[in-house]
Nanobody, 129 residues
Framework: QVQLVESGGGLVQAGGSLRLSCAAS????????MGWFRQAPGKEREFVSA????????RYADSVKGRFTISRDNAKNMVYLEMNSLKPEDTAVYYC??????????????????????WGQGTQVTVSS
C-alpha cells in the first residue's frame, strides 16, 4: 500500500523560503511521476510541480516557475519542493501525489490531479504579508 507523508510546512513571511518533503513508501516508484499540488480555501486543488522518478524530468506551474524547485532522492525515496520568494498567494495546503500511469519518459508530465493515484494528507503553508 502506497504511503506518502508530507512535512516541512509552516508559517513564513513574504519573501521567505520553505522546503517541503514527501516520504514515499509501499511500492516501487521508479516509473512513477511525483507531483506537488496545493489547495487554498475555497479553491480547486491545483498543480504546482512534478518530477519523473526515472529521469528526473520536471514541470512547473507558471505561477511558481523560477521560485520553486522540485527534486527527488532515489536512495531515500524522498521528494522535495524547495520554495523561495514566497508570496501570500502561495498560502495553501500542499499535497504530495504519485502517478503510476504517467511516469514514463516518452510522455509529458501530467498537471491533472486525475492522473495521480495516491495522495498524502497535506501540509499547511502560510505566507504572511
Amino acid at each position: 500500500q502506497v504511503q506518502l507523508v508530507e512535512s516541512g510546512g509552516g508559517l513564513v513571511q513574504a519573501g521567505g523560503s520553505l522546503r517541503l518533503s514527501c516520504a514515499a513508501s509501499g511500492r516501487t516508484f521508479s516509473s512513477a511521476a511525483m507531483g506537488w499540488f496545493r489547495q487554498a480555501p475555497g479553491k480547486e486543488r491545483e498543480f504546482v510541480s512534478a518530477i519523473r522518478w526515472g529521469d528526473a524530468g520536471t514541470r512547473y506551474a507558471d505561477s511558481v516557475k523560477g521560485r520553486f524547485t522540485i527534486s527527488r532522492d532515489n536512495a531515500k525515496n524522498m521528494v522535495y519542493l524547495e520554495m523561495n520568494s514566497l508570496k501570500p498567494e502561495d498560502t495553501a495546503v500542499y499535497y504530495c501525489a504519485a502517478g503510476f500511469r504517467v511516469g514514463l519518459s516518452n510522455r509529458p508530465l501530467s498537471t491533472s490531479k486525475l492522473q495521480y493515484d495516491s495522495w498524502g494528507q497535506g501540509t499547511q503553508v502560510t505566507v504572511s504579508s
